[in-house]
T-cell receptor
Framework: SQKIEQNSEALNIQEGKTATLTCNYTNYSPAYLQWYRQDPGRGPVFLLLIRENEKEKRKERLKVTFDTTLKQSLFHITASQPADSATYLCALGESFQKLVFGTGTRLLVSP | SAVISQKPSRDICQRGTSLTIQCQVDSQVTMMFWYRQQPGQSLTLIATANQGSEATYESGFVIDKFPISRPNLTFSTLTVSNMSPEDSSIYLC??????????FGPGTRLLVL
C-alpha cells in the first residue's frame, strides 16, 4: 500500500541547534516533493520544492534533500529559533498540482 | 503569492444539517482545491475545482456529499451535506501558485454534534 511516513512524535531541540525532519514514502514515484509549515489554527505555508532530479535545495536556513533510491527526504533547519516551532508537512507530487501529504512532524524549539 | 480567506472560520452544527464553506482569493486563479484535515491525520484532497467545469472528486468523495461551486476565478464554495460527527474536521481551500506550489486558506473548523 502507499504510505508517507513522518515522525509522529514531536521533535524537541534547543535553540541554535539544527533540526532534521524525515519524510519516508512507499509505493509512490513522486516527480517532486514539497515541505510546508503549519501553525496551530492556520493553513499550511509552502517552504521548499525539490524535484526528482535534484539532490539538495537550500533557502536561507532551510535545506531539503531528496533521495529517490532511499525514498526519503530530509528537511533541515539550521540555527533553529523558537519561532521555528510548528508542524512541518511533507507532500509528494506525482503529477501537476496533485499533492499527497504526510501527517506532519511537530517541532518544538526551546530557548 | 495569493491571499485566501475562508468563511466561516469555525462552526458547530447538528447532525443531518448542511454547511457551506466559502473560499475567496485576492487574485484570479484557475485551479482551486478543497482538502480535509481530520484530527491527527494528514491533509486529504477532496476535489479540484476549475472555473467553468465540474469539480473533479478524489476516491472516497462524492458530489452528493460535498457539492462544490466555482462561479468565477476568485471564489468557490464547498458544502458538507447531511453531516454526521465523522465530518468533524478542518476544511481547507487552496489555490495553485507558481510551478507546483499551493497557497492555503486558514481553514474552517467544523464540529458536528
Amino acid at each position: 500500500s502507499q504510505k508517507i511516513e513522518q515522525n509522529s512524535e514531536a521533535l524537541n531541540i534547543q535553540e541554535g541547534k539544527t533540526a532534521t525532519l524525515t519524510c519516508n514514502y512507499t509505493n509512490y514515484s513522486p516527480a517532486y516533493l514539497q515541505w510546508y509549515r503549519q501553525d496551530p489554527g492556520r493553513g499550511p505555508v509552502f517552504l521548499l520544492l525539490i524535484r526528482e532530479n535534484e539532490k539538495e535545495k537550500r533557502k536561507e536556513r532551510l535545506k531539503v534533500t531528496f533521495d529517490t533510491t532511499l525514498k526519503q527526504s530530509l528537511f533541515h533547519i539550521t540555527a533553529s529559533q523558537p519561532a521555528d516551532s510548528a508542524t512541518y508537512l511533507c507532500a509528494l507530487g506525482e503529477s501537476f498540482q496533485k499533492l499527497v501529504f504526510g501527517t506532519g512532524t511537530r517541532l518544538l524549539v526551546s530557548p | 503569492s495569493a491571499v485566501i480567506s475562508q468563511k466561516p472560520s469555525r462552526d458547530i452544527c447538528q447532525r443531518g444539517t448542511s454547511l457551506t464553506i466559502q473560499c475567496q482569493v485576492d487574485s484570479q486563479v484557475t485551479m482551486m482545491f478543497w482538502y480535509r484535515q481530520q484530527p491527527g491525520q494528514s491533509l486529504t484532497l477532496i476535489a479540484t475545482a476549475n472555473q467553468g467545469s465540474e469539480a473533479t472528486y478524489e476516491s472516497g468523495f462524492v458530489i452528493d456529499k460535498f457539492p462544490i461551486s466555482r462561479p468565477n476565478l476568485t471564489f468557490s464554495t464547498l458544502t458538507v451535506s447531511n453531516m454526521s460527527p465523522e465530518d468533524s474536521s478542518i476544511y481547507l481551500c487552496s489555490v495553485a501558485g507558481d510551478r507546483e506550489t499551493q497557497y492555503f486558506g486558514p481553514g474552517t473548523r467544523l464540529l458536528v454534534l
